[in-house]
């Protein structure tokens, strides 16, 4: 099972900034794809952004040019910088991590971004 942390979260105004980091157990060049996930009050858990192994990367249409998805395999990270946020990106954002060709998945805890003036 491959564990994932996330931190970074936190109260921001709207139009500010925060990067999410989410650290693997494992090697991350071994795994299919990392997301991030949220989840708002009442609302379904929706994807965010994704980067697969071989570097392609997809976006929710609400968060394409603001929010960036990268990783550091060296440190066995991904992060997701999120800027010019909005009240409506309010959630709990979670990690994901697809492996062993795609048949296997874990979450990391959630961390909590609040946007709000």
């Known amino acids: 099972q491959v564990q994932l942390v996330e931190s970074g979260g936190g109260l921001v105004q709207p139009g500010g900034s925060l990067r999410l980091s989410c650290a693997a157990s494992?090697?991350?060049?071994?795994?299919?794809?990392m997301a991030w996930y949220r989840q708002a009050p009442g609302k379904l858990r929706d994807l965010v952004a994704r980067?697969?192994?071989?570097?392609?990367?997809n976006y929710a249409d609400s968060v394409k040019g603001r929010f960036t998805i990268s990783r550091d395999n060296g440190k066995n990270t991904v992060y997701l910088q999120m800027n010019s946020l909005r009240p409506e990106d309010t959630a709990v954002y979670y990690c994901?991590?697809?492996?062993?060709?795609?048949?296997?998945?874990?979450w990391g805890q959630g961390t909590q971004v609040s946007v709000s003036s």
């Open positions: 494992v090697s991350i060049v071994s795994l299919n794809a």
């Open positions: 994901h991590a697809l492996y062993n060709v795609g048949t296997r998945a874990s």
């Open positions: 980067l697969t192994r071989g570097g392609t990367t």
